[in-house]
Protein backbone atom coordinates (compact mmCIF):
# COMPACT_ATOMS: atom_id res chain seq x y z
CA UNK A 1 0.00 0.00 0.00
CA UNK A 2 1.05 3.29 -0.90
CA UNK A 3 1.64 6.47 1.22
CA UNK A 4 -0.80 8.90 -0.27
CA UNK A 5 -3.29 4.93 0.68
CA UNK A 6 -1.97 4.85 3.75
CA UNK A 7 -3.13 8.63 4.36
CA UNK A 8 -6.33 8.11 3.20
CA UNK A 9 -7.13 5.19 5.58
CA UNK A 10 -5.67 7.01 8.66
CA UNK A 11 -7.91 9.61 7.36
CA UNK A 12 -11.00 8.20 7.57
CA UNK A 13 -10.29 6.64 10.37
CA UNK A 14 -9.78 10.10 12.24
CA UNK A 15 -12.82 10.90 11.22
CA UNK A 16 -14.71 7.93 12.96
CA UNK A 17 -12.77 8.71 16.26
CA UNK A 18 -14.39 11.19 18.89
CA UNK A 19 -12.61 14.30 19.63
CA UNK A 20 -10.53 14.46 22.67
CA UNK A 21 -11.78 15.60 25.71
CA UNK A 22 -10.71 19.19 26.10
CA UNK A 23 -9.66 20.99 29.51
CA UNK A 24 -12.50 21.13 32.41
CA UNK A 25 -14.64 24.48 31.57
CA UNK A 26 -14.16 27.29 34.85
CA UNK A 27 -17.74 26.60 35.57
CA UNK A 28 -19.59 23.31 34.85
CA UNK A 29 -22.67 23.68 32.70
CA UNK A 30 -25.30 21.52 31.04
CA UNK A 31 -25.83 19.76 27.93
CA UNK A 32 -29.08 21.29 27.01
CA UNK A 33 -29.69 18.83 24.56
CA UNK A 34 -28.40 15.36 23.37
CA UNK A 35 -29.16 11.69 22.75
CA UNK A 36 -27.12 9.48 24.96
CA UNK A 37 -29.23 6.23 23.30
CA UNK A 38 -27.83 7.82 19.48
CA UNK A 39 -24.43 8.11 21.04
CA UNK A 40 -24.06 4.13 21.91
CA UNK A 41 -25.26 4.20 25.43
CA UNK A 42 -27.56 0.86 26.10
CA UNK A 43 -27.40 0.48 30.11
CA UNK A 44 -26.43 2.29 33.15
CA UNK A 45 -22.77 1.83 32.98
CA UNK A 46 -22.76 3.48 29.33
CA UNK A 47 -24.38 6.06 30.85
CA UNK A 48 -22.53 6.57 33.29
CA UNK A 49 -19.11 6.22 31.38
CA UNK A 50 -20.40 9.00 28.83
CA UNK A 51 -21.50 11.56 31.69
CA UNK A 52 -17.77 10.55 33.55
CA UNK A 53 -15.90 11.79 30.43
CA UNK A 54 -18.51 15.30 30.38
CA UNK A 55 -17.44 15.95 34.15
CA UNK A 56 -13.99 16.02 33.14
CA UNK A 57 -14.50 18.63 30.68
CA UNK A 58 -16.68 20.79 32.49
CA UNK A 59 -20.04 19.47 31.58
CA UNK A 60 -22.11 18.87 34.59
CA UNK A 61 -25.53 17.58 33.58
CA UNK A 62 -27.17 16.32 30.24
CA UNK A 63 -31.38 16.55 29.03
CA UNK A 64 -30.92 13.78 27.18
CA UNK A 65 -34.02 13.85 24.28
CA UNK A 66 -36.60 11.28 22.85
CA UNK A 67 -37.15 11.59 19.40
CA UNK A 68 -39.53 8.57 19.10
CA UNK A 69 -41.66 6.47 21.30
CA UNK A 70 -38.76 4.03 21.84
CA UNK A 71 -36.71 6.56 22.89
CA UNK A 72 -38.73 7.93 25.15
CA UNK A 73 -39.11 5.25 27.08
CA UNK A 74 -35.53 4.84 26.94
CA UNK A 75 -34.86 8.45 28.08
CA UNK A 76 -36.84 8.47 30.96
CA UNK A 77 -35.60 5.02 32.52
CA UNK A 78 -31.88 6.64 31.47
CA UNK A 79 -32.46 9.69 33.56
CA UNK A 80 -33.10 7.16 36.75
CA UNK A 81 -29.80 5.93 36.16
CA UNK A 82 -27.17 8.54 36.79
CA UNK A 83 -28.21 12.06 38.76
CA UNK A 84 -26.53 13.62 35.93
CA UNK A 85 -29.21 13.00 33.34
CA UNK A 86 -32.55 14.54 32.89
CA UNK A 87 -34.92 13.59 29.75
CA UNK A 88 -37.24 15.15 27.59
CA UNK A 89 -39.62 13.33 25.66
CA UNK A 90 -41.89 13.89 22.94
CA UNK A 91 -42.55 12.53 18.98
CA UNK A 92 -39.92 14.30 16.97
CA UNK A 93 -41.87 16.11 13.87
CA UNK A 94 -40.62 13.61 11.00
CA UNK A 95 -42.16 11.00 12.86
CA UNK A 96 -45.67 12.37 13.19
CA UNK A 97 -47.27 10.94 9.99
CA UNK A 98 -48.88 8.09 12.49
CA UNK A 99 -49.59 10.11 15.50
CA UNK A 100 -52.09 7.47 17.51
CA UNK A 101 -54.03 8.26 20.40
CA UNK A 102 -52.13 4.95 22.29
CA UNK A 103 -48.60 7.46 21.61
CA UNK A 104 -50.37 10.40 22.94
CA UNK A 105 -51.51 8.46 26.06
CA UNK A 106 -48.10 6.92 26.61
CA UNK A 107 -46.53 10.80 25.94
CA UNK A 108 -49.07 11.72 28.64
CA UNK A 109 -47.64 9.27 30.93
CA UNK A 110 -43.97 9.56 30.87
CA UNK A 111 -43.70 13.11 30.31
CA UNK A 112 -45.34 13.03 34.38
CA UNK A 113 -42.32 11.06 35.42
CA UNK A 114 -40.27 13.43 37.64
CA UNK A 115 -37.09 13.62 35.79
CA UNK A 116 -38.65 14.56 32.72
CA UNK A 117 -37.64 18.19 32.57
CA UNK A 118 -39.33 19.09 29.01
CA UNK A 119 -41.87 17.98 26.37
CA UNK A 120 -39.51 17.73 23.28
CA UNK A 121 -38.61 17.97 20.78
CA UNK A 122 -41.24 18.89 19.07
CA UNK A 123 -42.39 21.02 16.18
CA UNK A 124 -41.54 20.95 12.25
CA UNK A 125 -38.75 20.21 10.17
CA UNK A 126 -39.10 21.20 6.45
CA UNK A 127 -35.84 20.07 5.29
CA UNK A 128 -36.66 15.86 5.28
CA UNK A 129 -40.18 16.21 3.17
CA UNK A 130 -38.72 16.93 0.46
CA UNK A 131 -35.86 14.34 0.54
CA UNK A 132 -38.05 11.38 2.32
CA UNK A 133 -41.37 10.54 1.34
CA UNK A 134 -41.81 8.68 4.83
CA UNK A 135 -41.50 11.95 6.75
CA UNK A 136 -44.21 13.36 7.81
CA UNK A 137 -46.02 15.88 5.53
CA UNK A 138 -46.28 19.32 7.35
CA UNK A 139 -50.12 19.67 7.82
CA UNK A 140 -49.37 16.27 10.33
CA UNK A 141 -46.50 17.79 11.60
CA UNK A 142 -48.48 21.00 12.20
CA UNK A 143 -51.16 18.75 14.09
CA UNK A 144 -48.18 17.63 16.21
CA UNK A 145 -47.10 20.52 17.29
CA UNK A 146 -50.14 21.44 18.26
CA UNK A 147 -50.52 18.81 20.49
CA UNK A 148 -47.24 19.14 21.87
CA UNK A 149 -47.76 22.67 22.69
CA UNK A 150 -50.93 22.05 25.06
CA UNK A 151 -49.31 19.11 26.34
CA UNK A 152 -46.41 21.36 28.00
CA UNK A 153 -49.29 23.76 29.15
CA UNK A 154 -50.72 21.64 31.18
CA UNK A 155 -48.21 19.86 32.37
CA UNK A 156 -46.02 22.84 33.31
CA UNK A 157 -42.86 21.40 31.56
CA UNK A 158 -40.68 23.60 29.24
CA UNK A 159 -40.96 23.39 25.20
CA UNK A 160 -38.08 21.91 23.23
CA UNK A 161 -38.58 22.80 19.63
CA UNK A 162 -37.02 20.94 16.63
CA UNK A 163 -36.78 23.94 13.75
CA UNK A 164 -35.75 23.22 10.36
CA UNK A 165 -36.23 25.06 7.88
CA UNK A 166 -39.69 26.22 9.27
CA UNK A 167 -38.96 29.62 11.10
CA UNK A 168 -41.87 31.52 10.31
CA UNK A 169 -44.13 28.44 10.59
CA UNK A 170 -43.50 27.98 14.21
CA UNK A 171 -43.40 31.32 15.18
CA UNK A 172 -47.31 31.85 13.89
CA UNK A 173 -48.24 28.35 15.51
CA UNK A 174 -46.74 29.55 18.83
CA UNK A 175 -48.83 32.74 19.03
CA UNK A 176 -51.65 31.48 17.28
CA UNK A 177 -51.90 28.93 19.99
CA UNK A 178 -50.55 30.80 23.12
CA UNK A 179 -47.03 29.61 24.14
CA UNK A 180 -46.06 27.81 27.15
CA UNK A 181 -44.05 29.91 29.77
CA UNK A 182 -40.86 28.53 28.87
CA UNK A 183 -39.89 27.92 25.32
CA UNK A 184 -36.44 26.38 24.34
CA UNK A 185 -35.20 26.54 20.29
CA UNK A 186 -33.16 24.03 20.45
CA UNK A 187 -30.02 23.82 17.85
CA UNK A 188 -31.34 27.52 16.41
CA UNK A 189 -30.24 27.41 13.29
CA UNK A 190 -32.26 31.03 12.72
CA UNK A 191 -30.16 34.14 11.37
CA UNK A 192 -29.69 37.75 13.64
CA UNK A 193 -33.72 38.48 12.90
CA UNK A 194 -34.90 35.39 14.00
CA UNK A 195 -33.14 35.69 16.97
CA UNK A 196 -34.63 39.41 17.78
CA UNK A 197 -37.96 37.90 17.28
CA UNK A 198 -37.14 35.10 19.54
CA UNK A 199 -36.18 37.41 22.16
CA UNK A 200 -39.13 39.85 21.71
CA UNK A 201 -41.62 36.84 22.46
CA UNK A 202 -39.41 35.90 25.63
CA UNK A 203 -37.66 32.86 24.09
CA UNK A 204 -34.40 30.84 24.84
CA UNK A 205 -32.63 29.72 22.26
CA UNK A 206 -29.95 27.15 22.70
CA UNK A 207 -26.47 26.77 20.35
CA UNK A 208 -25.15 23.59 19.03
CA UNK A 209 -22.10 23.02 16.97
CA UNK A 210 -23.14 25.13 14.39
CA UNK A 211 -22.90 28.16 15.39
CA UNK A 212 -18.92 27.31 15.39
CA UNK A 213 -18.69 26.41 11.65
CA UNK A 214 -16.88 29.15 10.37
CA UNK A 215 -19.16 29.25 7.21
CA UNK A 216 -22.46 29.57 9.78
CA UNK A 217 -21.86 33.65 9.42
CA UNK A 218 -25.87 34.46 9.88
CA UNK A 219 -26.07 32.10 12.90
CA UNK A 220 -22.94 33.87 14.55
CA UNK A 221 -24.39 36.76 13.98
CA UNK A 222 -27.29 36.13 15.73
CA UNK A 223 -25.08 34.26 18.34
CA UNK A 224 -23.81 37.80 19.35
CA UNK A 225 -27.36 39.44 20.09
CA UNK A 226 -29.10 36.74 22.61
CA UNK A 227 -28.49 37.83 26.18
CA UNK A 228 -26.60 35.53 28.64
CA UNK A 229 -29.85 34.58 30.34
CA UNK A 230 -31.55 33.54 26.98
CA UNK A 231 -29.02 31.33 25.97
CA UNK A 232 -27.73 27.29 26.12
CA UNK A 233 -25.54 25.24 24.61
CA UNK A 234 -25.74 21.55 23.66
CA UNK A 235 -24.61 18.96 22.04
CA UNK A 236 -27.53 17.24 20.22
CA UNK A 237 -24.97 14.35 20.27
CA UNK A 238 -24.19 12.11 18.34
CA UNK A 239 -24.68 14.80 15.22
CA UNK A 240 -23.27 18.69 14.76
CA UNK A 241 -19.98 17.89 16.59
CA UNK A 242 -18.15 21.63 16.76
CA UNK A 243 -15.38 23.01 14.77
CA UNK A 244 -12.35 22.11 14.85
CA UNK A 245 -13.70 18.85 14.65
CA UNK A 246 -16.83 18.86 12.44
CA UNK A 247 -17.59 15.58 10.91
CA UNK A 248 -16.66 13.24 13.95
CA UNK A 249 -18.65 11.52 16.58
CA UNK A 250 -20.07 13.78 18.89
CA UNK A 251 -20.37 13.57 22.66
CA UNK A 252 -21.75 15.66 25.45
CA UNK A 253 -18.25 16.69 26.03
CA UNK A 254 -17.95 18.61 23.15
CA UNK A 255 -20.21 21.05 24.42
CA UNK A 256 -17.61 22.27 26.28
CA UNK A 257 -15.75 23.30 22.97
CA UNK A 258 -19.22 25.00 21.74
CA UNK A 259 -19.32 27.19 24.93
CA UNK A 260 -15.55 28.27 24.87
CA UNK A 261 -15.89 29.27 20.70
CA UNK A 262 -19.22 30.99 21.48
CA UNK A 263 -17.42 33.42 24.75
CA UNK A 264 -14.93 34.41 22.01
CA UNK A 265 -17.53 35.11 19.29
CA UNK A 266 -19.21 36.73 22.03
CA UNK A 267 -16.01 38.91 23.36
CA UNK A 268 -16.52 37.67 26.88
CA UNK A 269 -14.81 35.34 29.39
CA UNK A 270 -16.05 32.06 29.26
CA UNK A 271 -16.17 31.67 32.89
CA UNK A 272 -18.88 34.41 32.86
CA UNK A 273 -20.48 33.06 29.78
CA UNK A 274 -20.31 29.32 31.48
CA UNK A 275 -21.73 30.83 34.82
CA UNK A 276 -24.62 32.62 33.08
CA UNK A 277 -25.55 29.26 30.61
CA UNK A 278 -25.42 27.20 34.21
CA UNK A 279 -27.81 29.50 35.75
CA UNK A 280 -30.22 29.52 32.86
CA UNK A 281 -30.29 25.77 32.39
CA UNK A 282 -31.03 25.28 35.99
CA UNK A 283 -34.10 28.04 35.61
CA UNK A 284 -35.07 27.03 32.05
CA UNK A 285 -35.43 23.06 33.63
CA UNK A 286 -36.12 23.81 37.04
CA UNK A 287 -32.92 21.33 37.90
CA UNK A 288 -32.74 21.96 41.18
CA UNK A 289 -36.42 20.79 41.90
CA UNK A 290 -36.11 17.31 40.42
CA UNK A 291 -36.13 14.73 42.42
CA UNK A 292 -33.08 12.99 43.48
CA UNK A 293 -32.35 9.62 42.95
CA UNK A 294 -32.63 6.88 45.51
Not at 122 to 151: M, N, S
Not at 247 to 275: F, I, K, Q, W
Request: charged share 25%; glycine share 6%; aromatic share 6%.
Amino acid sequence: MGKQDKQGKHGERGKRELPPVPEPLPVPVVDAHTHLDACGAADAADVSAMLDRAASAGIAGVVTVADDMAAARWVVEASTWDSRAFAAVALHPTRTAKFTDDDRAELERLVAHPRVVAVGETGLDYYWTRFDPDVAPPAAQQEAFRWHIELSKRVGKPLMIHDRDAHQDILSILEHEGPPETVVFHCFSGDAEMARRCMEAGYIVSFAGPVTFRNAGPLREAAKLVPNDRLLVETDAPFLTPHPFRGRPNEPYCAAYTLRDLAELRGEPAAELAAAVADTAERTFQLRSVAPLG
